[in-house]
């Protein structure tokens, strides 16, 4: 799912490629991805294209009359610039806004579609699309740890709750915490105030280099092969690869469609996290640490 390093470049390309210019037609190309039925898609023809912002991972594009499209891209969606004669893809695109210069397209890979369009009158509708998490270049040590420690809950958990924290993700989530040498099942409540101040720059530094990385990959263009598996990342991704730090193999946790990933020996003391799966079935066979796995 692209996170907010991956959305805040989509936010800026667009309003470089797009912003001022006037919509033609925005075509609904896939039924399930409009979630609304007013204001329809033809009322936003000849409207231009005011200003782009993030509000979490959704993507707003403001038009004239206060008209907004509000995009959440999910873990499939993409965004893509075609100038004609380059069409959108029949068998993955969602939607085409269509201006004079080209065509943001909204595609999806995959079978499901996950990915929403919410279109909107007002600007108090586009706020109700904001879950509530704060964002972490806007506040201070002291604010970030009051929303930290509001309910105690595991770090991997309370990182990636849209409505305490804006934009993070499995990803992202699994870098900050390998950055701040915590682990992700230490719970928000029993953290020194040390260890608060670590996450808390942490946060911040990691989704600042990656959001300048991205956008300097990107250059002018929309950004592409957009993932959360890149080969510069510290942890995420890398379960059974040597820790950039330490060298031990980087572990994971599995549940549902994701997995956390972490290094036991950077991160919590040596000691291998239980696998949901795996240690039902290993039982007493289960590694208690690091070092049991060498």
């Known amino acids: 799912m692209p996170e907010l390093p991956d959305v805040e470049v989509y936010v800026e390309t667009v309003a470089e490629v797009a912003g001022g210019q006037v919509l033609t037609r925005l075509a609904i190309l896939n039924p399930f ?40 891209l999910m873990i499939a969606g993409r965004l893509r610039w075609l100038v004609p004669p380059k069409k959108a893809p029949a068998r993955i695109a969602l939607a085409a806004f269509e201006f004079a210069r080209g065509a943001l397209v909204v595609t999806e890979a995959g ?50 709750d849209p409505r ?15 950055r701040a040498r915590l682990s992700p099942l230490a719970l928000t409540g029993n953290l020194t105030p040390d260890e608060v101040a670590r996450l808390f720059a942490a946060c911040r530094a990691v989704l600042d280099e990656w959001t300048v990385r991205l956008r300097e990959q990107a250059g002018a263009a929309l950004p592409e092969n ?15 690869r040597p820790c950039p730090v330490c060298g031990s193999p980087v572990q994971r946790i599995v549940y549902a469609e994701n997995e956390t990933n972490y290094c036991a020996r950077c991160q919590t ?19 208690k640490s690091i070092d049991e796995l060498g």
Not at 114 to 140: N, W
Not at 273 to 287: G, Y
């Open 164 to 178: 305490s924290f804006a934009g993070i993700g499995n990803a992202y989530s699994d870098e900050i915490l390998f």
């Open 33 to 72: 991805f409009l979630r609304t039925v007013d204001p329809p898609p033809a009322a936003f023809a000849g409207r231009r294209l005011r200003a782009t912002r993030r509000i979490g991972k959704r993507v707003v594009l403001e038009f004239d009359d206060e008209l907004f499209a509000v995009l959440h």
């Open 226 to 240: 957009v993932t959360a598996f890149r080969p510069e990342m510290a942890v995420h991704g890398k379960f059974g």
């Open 111 to 160: 079978s499901k579609r996950r990915a929403s369009l919410h279109l909107v009158r007002g600007a108090d509708a586009v706020a109700a699309f904001d879950p509530g998490g704060i964002e972490l270049q806007q506040v201070t040590l002291d604010q970030f740890r009051q929303r930290l420690t509001a309910e105690n809950h595991t770090l991997k958990r309370a990182l990636t």
């Open 269 to 287: 003391g040596g000691r291998v996290l239980a696998d949901r799966s795996l240690s039902r079935l290993l039982h007493a066979s289960w590694p």
